[in-house]
């Protein structure tokens, strides 16, 4: 996911590290989707500039970003990380979303997985540009939202920060 808040000109273009990517518009949501998936199989969703989710290759949910506020992994919930600016720094505020938030944090983003499952099913999505070319999208993106269905435990293990040395 970038790490940039500012808005993507072409997420397509700049998404590189996804191949296979295309760029979709699918019956019933307002937004351009850009699907892709990293060479170790994680799948990144852009709904539009937000929200974004990202899925580890067994479907679950490693990391998100939502009305302009990172989620990652923790183990059995998500960590909220909220950008807090200072003149000299950037730091990001850690807290953890409690079982009621982490409920609504589901179902707002498995509406939107459904809005996506029902347009492959019906077959009225578009693909408008994707790399490489003539991939079956509809296919691949629809094996992939059932294993993000049928996952369990929902959420990845924690996402463990490597450090490297300078």
């Not at 899925?55 to 909220?80: K, V």
């Amino acid at each position: 996911m970038a790490g940039n808040e500012s808005d993507r000109e072409d997420l397509l273009r700049e998404a590189v590290a996804l191949v296979p990517r295309a760029e979709l518009q699918v019956n019933g949501l307002p937004d351009l989707l850009t699907a892709g998936y990293r060479s170790s199989g994680i799948l990144s969703l852009y709904f539009g500039q937000d929200p974004v989710y990202q899925f580890d290759p067994a479907g679950r949910l490693r990391r998100a970003f939502e009305n302009g506020l990172l989620y990652r992994t923790a183990s059995h919930t998500l960590a909220r990380l909220r950008r807090v600016r200072s003149e000299n720094e950037v730091t990001l505020q850690r807290s953890d979303l409690n079982p009621e938030e982490l409920s609504h944090f589901r179902i707002r983003m498995q509406t939107l997985l459904i809005t996506l499952q029902h347009a492959l099913e019906e077959n009225t999505t578009i693909v408008i540009r994707c790399v490489p070319p003539d991939h079956n999208w509809n296919t691949l993106l629809l094996e992939s939202l059932t294993k993000i269905q049928n996952a369990d435990p929902w959420l990845a293990g924690a996402i463990v920060r490597r450090h490297t040395e300078r």
